[in-house]
Each structure stands twice: as C-alpha cells, then as structure tokens.
T-cell receptor
Framework: EADIYQTPRYLVIGTGKKITLECSQT?????MYWYQQDPGMELHLIHY???????EKGDLSSESTVSRIRTEHFPLTLESARPSHTSQYLC?????????????FGSGTRLTVV | QKEVEQNSGPLSVPEGAIASLNCTYS??????FFWYRQYSGKSPELIMF????GDKEDGRFTAQLNKASQYVSLLIRDSQPSDSATYLCAVNMEVTGGGNKLTFGTGTQLKVEL
C-alpha cells in the first residue's frame, strides 16, 4: 500500500499547456524530492524541499517550479509544456530520522508532450 | 569521477546462481548506503540499507560495505527470473549548507536467465 501518491499516472498534453503534477504523502515526512528519469536512464534530482516553505533546485536544471505550502503536498508545475519535457517524473519523501534516510518513491507520472 | 559509480551491465546470471552487484562512491564521509530495485517502467523500491562495515543479510539479499575501500555490494542468492531489474546504488551525502541527500548511481541491469 503506497504512502506516497502521484497523480496523474499518465498524461499526454499539447505543447504550451500549463500542467501540475501532484505528489502527496501521508507519512509526515519533512523532506520531499522530485526526480526526472528518461526510459533506461539514470535518475536526476530536479527539486527538493526540507520542509514547509523550503524549496531548492536539484542537480539537473529544470524549467519546472515547485511549492511546499503543506508538509504532505509537493506539486510540480510546468508553465508551458514542451516536447523536451517528455519524461517520467518521480516524487519521493524521507524523514529526518538519523537512523534511516532512505527514500520512499511514488509510482511516478509519465508525461508526454505532443 | 562520478560520485556513485556502477557498472551499467547487463549482468546475466543463470537461474539459481548468485548475482553480485557492485558500487563505489567518492565521499569518504558518507554514512548510509542503499540498494533500490527498479523494474522497467516502475519506480525504485528500497530493498536493502546498510550503515556499518561488514555484511547485512535479509532473505536472499546480502549487502556488503567496506568504508575503507569506499565500496558497497549487493549479493542475490538463488537468483530468480523475477529478480531481473535495474539495481540502483544510493549513497547518503552531505550537501553544502547543511542537510543531506541521496545520490544515485546509474544502475546495473540484471538479467536472470532460465
């Protein structure tokens, strides 16, 4: 049973549209992350947050933006989608526990921009 | 040099054999290490974590850590076709300004053949 939820699971959208990918977790985790992954390729961190009102850019430059108004919610927005944004987007979360820093991943959103 | 390095594979092993997956990392200060399994088109799933030098066993899986050599490995005993997936090594590293984040390797593709 997933404790971190991503919607939609699949999205096909036209160029120039604004989209928001949703991510919510019920574990009370302070830390949340967005990764981008092309098929068969490595994970790239694009955004992360250490708590409410905290957001940072990741290792890979991205035209997307994020917000963290509530602990459990970390949406990612693309103001104007382009075909180059076609990819899988994975959300993850973790706790500050010193004994365990593993991430729990959501099931992902596969985005196709046509 | 990448922060976390893995052989991309594919690593092919016969059913019932031991699969050995290897990972090296660059940050000597890293304290926790993780192995994730990712099936094609799915999100990563945490299967093992290890903090102390030596071996940690969980069912058919054994993680091995050698901090002096900056090396972590995953052994899968009695390999099954269902083990065929990409295995991601992840290392918890401190980031500038405080906090920490997982850095992922590119993954090793494992194929278990009948």
């Amino acid at each position: 049973e997933a404790d971190i939820y991503q919607t939609p699971r699949y999205l096909v959208i036209g160029t120039g549209k604004k989209i928001t990918l949703e991510c919510s977790q019920t574990m009370g985790h302070d830390k949340m992350y967005w990764y981008q992954q092309d098929p068969g390729m490595e994970l790239h961190l694009i955004h992360y947050s250490y708590g409410v009102n905290s957001t940072e850019k990741g290792d890979l430059s991205s035209e997307s933006t994020v917000s963290r108004i509530r602990t459990e919610h970390f949406p990612l927005t693309l103001e104007s989608a382009r075909p180059s944004h076609t990819s899988q987007y994975l959300c993850a979360s973790s706790s500050y526990s010193q004994e365990y820093h593993g991430y729990t991943f959501g099931s992902g959103t596969r985005l196709t921009v046509v | 040099q990448k922060e976390v390095e893995q052989n991309s594979g594919p690593l092919s092993v016969p059913e019932g054999a031991i699969a050995s997956l290897n990972c090296t990392y660059s940050d000597r200060g890293s304290q926790s290490f993780f192995w994730y399994r990712q099936y094609s088109g799915k999100s990563p799933e945490l299967i093992m974590f290890i903090y102390s030098n030596g071996d940690k066993e969980d069912g058919r899986f054994t993680a091995q850590l050698n901090k002096a050599s900056q090396y972590v490995s995953l052994l899968i005993r009695d390999s099954q076709p269902s083990d065929s997936a990409t295995y991601l090594c992840a290392v918890n590293m401190e980031v500038t300004g405080g906090g920490n984040k997982l850095t992922f390797g590119t993954g090793t593709q494992l194929k278990v053949e009948l």
